[in-house]
């Protein structure tokens, strides 16, 4: 395994971290690897993609035109 050495890290990021390791329940280096695999590693959401499925759940709901009229009324319905 690799060894990475951080230098000259600001003391609000090394205090945040030492407080996140805590919470976890973590050494400091054990949070700081956990914390690159998340950032490295997450898997990133594709704008194209979430709007491609949207798309296709708007295309199967029925056409609903509301204009802001309509959504006052809506909003006061049941209000005194």
Known sequence: MATLTVRNIQEKFYQRLRKSAAKHRRSISEEAIARLEVALFSNRVDPEDSLAQVRRLRAKM?????????????KKQGRP
């Open 62 to 74: 029925p056409r609903v035109f509301l204009n802001d009229r309509d959504l006052r009324i809506a």
